[in-house]
């Protein structure tokens, strides 16, 4: 069956790999982007998950196009790592507010419509380092791991409307974010993977495209690791 499918951050990277695999899948897809045009083959709606306005400027879009989000993929995000010392409480916000206020503002905007079709999906793109924590990283770690709450919290709420609320964490993944590491920190960083190299972007996408299929319904609260084997046991 055919689903109005939104991704944030859906113009590059993960993002854009999950909208690419969703639209294979015979799904309307739109991404949303800050700036520019959309990607080849695909609709986009200008948006940024840190202002409400926004968001539901964005929404309302989509609405008028193909009808409420069904699935969403909550996937913007952004890092600036530095040392707890160094960190600043305005980077340490800043993050929280894209990565995590931000998931919480188009949940709000998307559940009353799944609410009224009595379906919908949620798919939170959160990482590894939100259940390992990571050196440098207390904002981004933090933004992660309460991903984690808002979609339990959500699967509890809303579980019993057929809308399921899951998280992937992925682990390390080639693109922009992850091409501003040095290269002594990338072999650092592949040394600790049990498979020894980075994920690919489709790899996070083919289980976006599962968790969003009829085959997932009964897949709620659950946080599931693509990373290799980076963070078994957590
Ligand atoms: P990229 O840096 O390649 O892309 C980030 C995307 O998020 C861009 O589309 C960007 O839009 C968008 N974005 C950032 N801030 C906002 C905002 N305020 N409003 C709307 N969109 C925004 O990152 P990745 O593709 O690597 O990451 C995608 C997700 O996966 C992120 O949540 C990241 O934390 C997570 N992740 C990534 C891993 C990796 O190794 N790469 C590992 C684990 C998790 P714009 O183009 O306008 O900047």
Redesign the pocket.
């Known amino acids: 069956m055919s689903r109005s499918v939104l991704v944030?951050?859906?113009?590059?990277?993960?993002?854009l790999a999950i909208a690419r695999r969703l639209q294979a899948a015979g799904h309307q897809v739109t991404v949303?982007?800050?700036?520019g045009d959309a990607p080849e083959g695909l609709k986009g709606v200008i948006?940024?998950?840190?202002d409400a306005d926004s968001v539901d400027a964005a929404f309302k879009a989509v609405e008028a196009d193909q009808g409420p989000v069904e699935v969403l993929v909550s996937?913007?995000?952004?890092?600036d790592d530095t040392l707890l010392l160094r960190m600043s409480e305005e980077s340490f916000t800043k993050v929280l507010d894209?990565?995590l206020t931000?998931a919480y503002r188009v949940s709000k905007r998307a559940a009353s419509g799944m609410l009224r079709k009595r379906w919908g999906r949620l798919i939170y793109?959160?990482?590894?380092v939100g259940l390992t924590g990571g050196a440098g990283q207390v904002n981004?770690s933090a933004s992660?791991a309460g991903l984690v709450g808002v979609a339990r919290s959500i699967a509890r709420e809303l579980g019993t409307r057929n809308i399921t609320a899951n998280v992937i964490a992925?682990?390390?993944?080639d693109?922009?974010?992850?091409r501003a590491l040095t290269d002594k920190q990338r072999e650092a960083i592949i040394a600790q993977v049990p498979a020894g190299r980075y994920g690919t972007?489709d790899e996070i996408a083919d289980v976006v495209g599962f968790l969003a299929s009829d085959s997932a319904a009964y897949i709620n609260g659950a946080v599931i690791p693509v990373d290799g084997g980076l963070g078994m046991g957590h």
């Open positions: 944030t951050g859906g113009n590059r990277g993960i993002g949303t982007h800050r700036s948006c940024d998950v840190t996937n913007a995000g952004i890092t894209a990565n931000g793109i959160s990482s590894v981004y992660k992925p682990g390390f993944v693109t922009d974010m992850t972007v």
